[in-house]
Protein backbone atom coordinates (compact mmCIF):
# COMPACT_ATOMS: atom_id res chain seq x y z
CA UNK A 1 0.00 0.00 0.00
CA UNK A 2 1.39 3.71 -0.70
CA UNK A 3 2.57 5.66 2.39
CA UNK A 4 1.28 8.88 3.01
CA UNK A 5 3.60 11.80 3.97
CA UNK A 6 2.58 14.86 6.11
CA UNK A 7 5.19 17.81 7.18
CA UNK A 8 4.29 20.59 9.35
CA UNK A 9 3.58 24.13 8.75
CA UNK A 10 4.01 26.53 11.40
CA UNK A 11 3.22 30.07 11.50
CA UNK A 12 6.85 31.18 12.43
CA UNK A 13 9.94 29.45 12.59
CA UNK A 14 9.90 27.75 16.04
CA UNK A 15 10.59 24.74 17.36
CA UNK A 16 11.96 23.13 21.27
CA UNK A 17 15.30 24.33 19.77
CA UNK A 18 14.21 27.86 18.13
CA UNK A 19 12.27 29.62 20.78
CA UNK A 20 9.12 31.93 18.98
CA UNK A 21 10.44 35.30 17.84
CA UNK A 22 8.83 38.29 16.53
CA UNK A 23 5.20 38.44 15.18
CA UNK A 24 2.69 35.57 16.33
CA UNK A 25 2.16 35.13 11.98
CA UNK A 26 5.32 35.22 9.61
CA UNK A 27 3.78 35.36 6.16
CA UNK A 28 6.94 34.76 4.28
CA UNK A 29 7.41 31.91 6.22
CA UNK A 30 4.32 30.21 5.75
CA UNK A 31 4.85 30.71 2.20
CA UNK A 32 8.07 28.97 1.86
CA UNK A 33 7.47 26.02 4.35
CA UNK A 34 4.54 25.38 2.47
CA UNK A 35 6.46 25.68 -1.21
CA UNK A 36 9.47 23.37 0.67
CA UNK A 37 6.50 20.52 1.59
CA UNK A 38 4.96 20.94 -1.75
CA UNK A 39 8.44 20.62 -3.78
CA UNK A 40 9.62 18.02 -1.11
CA UNK A 41 7.04 15.61 -2.38
CA UNK A 42 4.80 15.49 0.67
CA UNK A 43 0.91 14.72 0.76
CA UNK A 44 0.09 16.82 3.29
CA UNK A 45 1.17 19.37 5.98
CA UNK A 46 -0.62 19.63 9.65
CA UNK A 47 -1.46 23.26 10.46
CA UNK A 48 -2.01 22.86 14.66
CA UNK A 49 -4.15 24.12 16.91
CA UNK A 50 -3.66 25.51 20.26
CA UNK A 51 -5.80 27.96 22.62
CA UNK A 52 -3.21 30.76 22.61
CA UNK A 53 -2.04 30.22 18.73
CA UNK A 54 -3.13 31.00 15.21
CA UNK A 55 -6.44 29.81 13.81
CA UNK A 56 -5.59 26.54 11.88
CA UNK A 57 -8.17 26.85 9.25
CA UNK A 58 -6.74 30.49 8.39
CA UNK A 59 -3.29 29.61 7.70
CA UNK A 60 -3.79 26.85 5.71
CA UNK A 61 -6.43 28.88 3.95
CA UNK A 62 -3.02 31.13 3.00
CA UNK A 63 -0.74 28.58 2.20
CA UNK A 64 -3.18 26.66 -0.08
CA UNK A 65 -3.05 29.97 -2.17
CA UNK A 66 0.72 29.48 -2.50
CA UNK A 67 0.97 25.97 -3.46
CA UNK A 68 -1.05 23.50 -6.19
CA UNK A 69 -1.05 19.95 -5.33
CA UNK A 70 0.08 20.32 -1.68
CA UNK A 71 -2.64 18.59 1.15
CA UNK A 72 -3.56 20.18 4.25
CA UNK A 73 -4.15 18.92 7.61
CA UNK A 74 -6.01 20.81 9.74
CA UNK A 75 -5.61 20.33 13.54
CA UNK A 76 -9.65 21.21 14.75
CA UNK A 77 -10.85 20.88 18.36
CA UNK A 78 -14.46 20.44 18.45
CA UNK A 79 -16.80 21.77 20.53
CA UNK A 80 -15.58 25.55 19.83
CA UNK A 81 -17.48 26.07 17.04
CA UNK A 82 -21.43 24.80 16.20
CA UNK A 83 -20.75 21.18 14.76
CA UNK A 84 -23.11 22.70 11.06
CA UNK A 85 -20.51 25.75 11.17
CA UNK A 86 -17.30 24.35 11.59
CA UNK A 87 -19.09 21.97 8.75
CA UNK A 88 -19.58 24.49 6.28
CA UNK A 89 -16.36 25.99 6.64
CA UNK A 90 -14.14 22.91 6.13
CA UNK A 91 -16.34 22.01 2.91
CA UNK A 92 -15.92 25.48 1.74
CA UNK A 93 -12.28 25.59 2.10
CA UNK A 94 -11.72 22.05 0.60
CA UNK A 95 -14.09 23.46 -2.60
CA UNK A 96 -11.47 26.69 -2.94
CA UNK A 97 -8.71 24.42 -2.79
CA UNK A 98 -9.69 21.63 -5.48
CA UNK A 99 -10.06 18.83 -2.09
CA UNK A 100 -6.71 19.40 -0.70
CA UNK A 101 -8.21 19.46 3.02
CA UNK A 102 -8.83 16.92 5.68
CA UNK A 103 -9.45 17.12 9.35
CA UNK A 104 -7.70 16.32 12.28
CA UNK A 105 -10.10 15.91 15.19
CA UNK A 106 -8.23 16.75 18.50
CA UNK A 107 -10.44 16.89 21.62
CA UNK A 108 -7.96 17.92 24.07
CA UNK A 109 -6.04 16.42 27.11
CA UNK A 110 -5.23 19.36 29.11
CA UNK A 111 -8.10 20.84 31.36
CA UNK A 112 -5.87 24.03 31.87
CA UNK A 113 -5.63 24.76 28.02
CA UNK A 114 -9.09 24.15 27.05
CA UNK A 115 -10.28 26.54 30.26
CA UNK A 116 -8.50 29.21 27.92
CA UNK A 117 -11.09 28.85 25.46
CA UNK A 118 -14.01 28.75 28.44
CA UNK A 119 -13.95 24.88 28.32
CA UNK A 120 -15.02 23.22 31.52
CA UNK A 121 -15.97 20.02 30.41
CA UNK A 122 -14.25 16.86 31.75
CA UNK A 123 -12.21 14.33 29.32
CA UNK A 124 -15.10 11.76 29.30
CA UNK A 125 -17.68 14.61 28.63
CA UNK A 126 -15.46 16.30 25.83
CA UNK A 127 -15.34 12.93 23.94
CA UNK A 128 -18.79 11.79 23.79
CA UNK A 129 -19.48 15.63 22.86
CA UNK A 130 -16.87 14.89 20.14
CA UNK A 131 -18.74 11.97 19.26
CA UNK A 132 -21.50 14.13 18.45
CA UNK A 133 -20.07 16.61 16.58
CA UNK A 134 -18.65 14.62 14.30
CA UNK A 135 -21.98 12.66 13.85
CA UNK A 136 -23.63 16.17 12.72
CA UNK A 137 -20.45 17.20 10.65
CA UNK A 138 -20.67 14.23 8.52
CA UNK A 139 -24.42 14.73 8.12
CA UNK A 140 -23.94 18.21 7.01
CA UNK A 141 -21.55 16.43 4.55
CA UNK A 142 -23.48 14.12 3.17
CA UNK A 143 -27.22 14.77 3.40
CA UNK A 144 -28.89 15.58 0.62
CA UNK A 145 -31.97 16.63 2.84
CA UNK A 146 -32.20 18.72 5.98
CA UNK A 147 -31.96 16.42 9.30
CA UNK A 148 -32.61 16.67 12.79
CA UNK A 149 -30.11 15.52 15.20
CA UNK A 150 -30.75 15.45 19.11
CA UNK A 151 -28.20 14.29 21.33
CA UNK A 152 -26.95 15.37 25.21
CA UNK A 153 -24.65 18.59 23.62
CA UNK A 154 -26.18 19.32 20.50
CA UNK A 155 -30.03 19.73 18.93
CA UNK A 156 -30.44 21.15 15.26
CA UNK A 157 -33.47 21.04 13.73
CA UNK A 158 -33.10 20.89 9.80
CA UNK A 159 -30.04 21.39 9.19
CA UNK A 160 -28.82 21.44 6.12
CA UNK A 161 -25.33 21.93 4.60
CA UNK A 162 -25.90 24.03 1.01
CA UNK A 163 -21.70 23.22 0.42
CA UNK A 164 -20.43 19.74 0.16
CA UNK A 165 -16.90 18.96 -0.03
CA UNK A 166 -15.03 18.71 -2.95
CA UNK A 167 -14.16 15.37 -1.65
CA UNK A 168 -16.81 12.66 -2.42
CA UNK A 169 -18.11 11.40 -0.30
CA UNK A 170 -16.44 13.46 1.98
CA UNK A 171 -13.19 15.23 3.83
CA UNK A 172 -11.02 12.42 5.19
CA UNK A 173 -10.91 12.67 9.34
CA UNK A 174 -7.93 11.97 11.28
CA UNK A 175 -7.97 11.80 14.63
CA UNK A 176 -6.21 11.62 17.70
CA UNK A 177 -6.45 10.70 21.32
CA UNK A 178 -4.85 7.56 23.29
CA UNK A 179 -7.37 7.11 26.37
CA UNK A 180 -10.00 4.85 27.35
CA UNK A 181 -12.71 7.54 26.33
CA UNK A 182 -11.13 8.58 23.24
CA UNK A 183 -10.85 4.98 21.61
CA UNK A 184 -14.39 4.13 21.28
CA UNK A 185 -14.82 7.57 19.31
CA UNK A 186 -12.07 6.81 17.33
CA UNK A 187 -13.17 3.78 16.33
CA UNK A 188 -16.63 5.14 15.22
CA UNK A 189 -15.08 8.23 13.37
CA UNK A 190 -11.57 8.19 12.53
CA UNK A 191 -10.82 7.50 8.86
CA UNK A 192 -7.23 7.70 9.66
CA UNK A 193 -6.15 7.33 13.82
CA UNK A 194 -3.25 9.42 14.55
CA UNK A 195 0.17 8.15 16.76
CA UNK A 196 2.38 10.10 18.42
CA UNK A 197 5.93 8.15 18.01
CA UNK A 198 5.65 4.99 20.70
CA UNK A 199 7.60 1.99 21.12
CA UNK A 200 6.44 -0.96 18.29
CA UNK A 201 5.01 -2.60 20.83
CA UNK A 202 3.14 0.25 22.07
CA UNK A 203 2.07 1.01 18.42
CA UNK A 204 0.62 -2.62 18.01
CA UNK A 205 -0.67 -2.20 21.32
CA UNK A 206 -3.22 0.81 19.86
CA UNK A 207 -3.77 -0.44 16.33
CA UNK A 208 -5.25 -3.66 18.05
CA UNK A 209 -7.30 -1.59 20.31
CA UNK A 210 -9.12 1.14 17.35
CA UNK A 211 -9.21 -1.91 14.95
CA UNK A 212 -11.37 -3.73 17.88
CA UNK A 213 -13.36 -0.67 18.77
CA UNK A 214 -13.92 0.30 14.43
CA UNK A 215 -15.27 -3.69 13.80
CA UNK A 216 -18.11 -2.99 16.12
CA UNK A 217 -19.11 0.32 13.49
CA UNK A 218 -18.46 -2.18 10.53
CA UNK A 219 -15.34 0.40 9.92
CA UNK A 220 -11.46 0.25 8.71
CA UNK A 221 -9.04 2.38 9.91
CA UNK A 222 -5.80 3.23 8.53
CA UNK A 223 -2.88 4.61 11.02
CA UNK A 224 -0.40 7.45 10.85
CA UNK A 225 3.09 7.79 13.07
CA UNK A 226 4.17 11.29 14.51
CA UNK A 227 7.86 11.63 14.56
CA UNK A 228 11.03 13.76 14.32
CA UNK A 229 13.74 11.95 12.05
CA UNK A 230 17.22 13.43 13.17
CA UNK A 231 19.51 11.96 9.67
CA UNK A 232 22.83 12.59 8.62
CA UNK A 233 25.57 11.15 6.46
CA UNK A 234 26.79 8.57 9.60
CA UNK A 235 24.79 7.15 11.98
CA UNK A 236 27.54 8.58 15.05
CA UNK A 237 27.06 12.02 13.20
CA UNK A 238 23.20 11.39 13.70
CA UNK A 239 23.37 10.57 16.99
CA UNK A 240 25.59 13.28 18.12
CA UNK A 241 22.86 15.97 16.13
CA UNK A 242 20.40 14.26 18.28
CA UNK A 243 22.34 15.09 21.48
CA UNK A 244 22.82 18.86 21.02
CA UNK A 245 19.38 18.81 20.54
CA UNK A 246 18.46 17.59 23.54
CA UNK A 247 21.15 19.37 25.16
CA UNK A 248 19.44 23.09 23.41
CA UNK A 249 16.48 22.01 24.42
CA UNK A 250 17.26 21.29 27.70
CA UNK A 251 19.04 25.02 28.41
CA UNK A 252 16.28 26.98 27.00
CA UNK A 253 13.60 25.30 29.04
CA UNK A 254 16.40 26.15 32.44
CA UNK A 255 16.69 29.90 30.80
CA UNK A 256 12.90 29.87 30.69
CA UNK A 257 12.15 28.90 34.08
CA UNK A 258 10.48 25.41 32.66
CA UNK A 259 11.29 22.22 34.59
CA UNK A 260 13.58 19.50 32.39
CA UNK A 261 12.13 16.23 34.05
CA UNK A 262 9.79 14.33 36.38
CA UNK A 263 6.65 16.36 34.87
CA UNK A 264 3.94 14.60 34.02
CA UNK A 265 1.42 16.03 31.37
CA UNK A 266 -2.36 14.63 32.50
CA UNK A 267 -3.26 13.88 28.38
CA UNK A 268 -2.91 10.49 27.94
CA UNK A 269 -0.56 10.43 24.26
CA UNK A 270 1.69 12.28 26.65
CA UNK A 271 1.99 9.54 29.35
CA UNK A 272 2.27 6.77 26.74
CA UNK A 273 5.57 8.47 25.65
CA UNK A 274 6.78 8.95 28.90
CA UNK A 275 6.36 5.54 29.45
CA UNK A 276 8.71 4.86 26.79
CA UNK A 277 11.52 7.38 27.87
CA UNK A 278 11.17 5.80 31.56
CA UNK A 279 12.82 2.54 29.41
CA UNK A 280 15.64 3.93 28.05
CA UNK A 281 16.77 7.23 25.19
CA UNK A 282 17.53 4.77 22.60
CA UNK A 283 14.71 2.10 22.23
CA UNK A 284 14.19 -0.72 19.51
CA UNK A 285 15.86 -0.23 16.86
CA UNK A 286 16.79 3.50 16.92
CA UNK A 287 13.48 5.06 18.40
CA UNK A 288 14.68 8.17 20.20
CA UNK A 289 13.33 9.49 23.38
CA UNK A 290 15.41 12.54 24.80
CA UNK A 291 13.26 15.40 23.91
CA UNK A 292 10.03 13.51 25.30
CA UNK A 293 11.86 13.06 28.82
CA UNK A 294 13.55 16.76 29.30
CA UNK A 295 9.33 18.27 28.00
CA UNK A 296 7.64 16.02 29.35
CA UNK A 297 6.59 14.60 25.91
CA UNK A 298 4.68 17.55 25.36
CA UNK A 299 3.14 16.68 21.95
CA UNK A 300 5.34 14.82 19.00
CA UNK A 301 8.85 14.85 21.00
CA UNK A 302 10.30 11.20 19.76
CA UNK A 303 12.22 10.65 16.46
CA UNK A 304 14.16 8.31 14.47
CA UNK A 305 17.83 8.45 14.22
CA UNK A 306 20.24 7.32 12.12
CA UNK A 307 21.06 7.85 8.22
CA UNK A 308 18.43 8.09 5.92
CA UNK A 309 18.37 4.32 4.60
CA UNK A 310 18.35 3.69 8.45
CA UNK A 311 15.26 6.02 9.87
CA UNK A 312 14.06 4.56 6.16
CA UNK A 313 14.58 1.12 7.55
CA UNK A 314 12.66 2.58 11.07
CA UNK A 315 9.67 3.37 8.97
CA UNK A 316 9.45 0.14 7.26
CA UNK A 317 9.64 -1.17 11.03
CA UNK A 318 6.12 0.41 11.67
CA UNK A 319 4.66 -0.10 7.91
CA UNK A 320 4.73 -3.54 8.45
CA UNK A 321 2.76 -2.96 11.86
CA UNK A 322 0.00 -1.20 9.84
CA UNK A 323 0.98 2.36 9.71
CA UNK A 324 0.42 3.86 6.44
CA UNK A 325 0.92 7.57 6.99
CA UNK A 326 4.23 9.48 8.14
CA UNK A 327 4.07 12.49 10.32
CA UNK A 328 7.74 14.16 10.18
CA UNK A 329 8.78 17.17 11.09
CA UNK A 330 12.35 18.80 12.31
CA UNK A 331 13.79 20.36 15.19
CA UNK A 332 14.98 22.82 12.34
CA UNK A 333 11.34 22.80 10.27
CA UNK A 334 11.93 23.99 6.86
CA UNK A 335 15.59 23.31 6.39
CA UNK A 336 14.69 19.22 8.09
CA UNK A 337 11.30 19.22 5.49
CA UNK A 338 14.23 20.18 2.38
CA UNK A 339 16.28 17.14 3.65
CA UNK A 340 13.25 14.62 4.06
CA UNK A 341 11.70 15.85 0.41
CA UNK A 342 15.27 15.01 -0.53
CA UNK A 343 16.97 12.12 1.25
CA UNK A 344 14.17 9.95 3.24
CA UNK A 345 10.80 10.60 1.70
CA UNK A 346 12.07 8.77 -2.23
CA UNK A 347 13.60 6.39 -0.14
CA UNK A 348 11.04 4.92 1.93
CA UNK A 349 8.85 5.08 -0.97
CA UNK A 350 11.15 3.17 -3.04
CA UNK A 351 11.26 0.27 -0.25
CA UNK A 352 7.82 0.48 0.16
CA UNK A 353 7.01 -0.62 -3.64
CA UNK A 354 9.90 -3.13 -3.21
CA UNK A 355 8.65 -4.97 -0.38
CA UNK A 356 4.83 -4.51 -1.48
CA UNK A 357 6.05 -6.20 -4.78
CA UNK A 358 7.62 -9.32 -3.44
CA UNK A 359 4.45 -11.05 -2.47
CA UNK A 360 3.24 -11.18 -6.23
CA UNK A 361 6.35 -11.79 -7.56
CA UNK A 362 6.61 -14.99 -5.29
CA UNK A 363 2.99 -15.98 -6.46
CA UNK A 364 4.24 -15.92 -10.29
Known amino acids: MPVEFIGFVGAQNASEIHPPSGPAIDRDYVERVARAHEDGGFDRVLAAFHSTGPESQLVVAHAASVTSRLGFMIAHRPGFTAPTI ?44 TSEYLDIVRQEWTSETPFDYKGDYYNVVQAFGGVKPHQKPQIPVYFGGSSDAAIPVAGKHADIFALWGETQAQVA ?34 WAKADAIVAKTKALREAAGLPTSGHRPPNAGSQRLLDAANQGSRLDKRLWTGVAAVTGAQGNSTGLVGTPQQVAEGLLDYYDLGVTTFLIRGFDPLEDAIAYGRDLIPLVRQLVAERDARPAVAAG
Request: proline share 1%.
Open 86 to 129: AARQLATLDQFTGGRVAVHIITGGSDEELAKDGDHLTKDERYAR
Open 205 to 238: ETIARVRHAAVKHGRQVRFSLSLRPVIADTEEAA
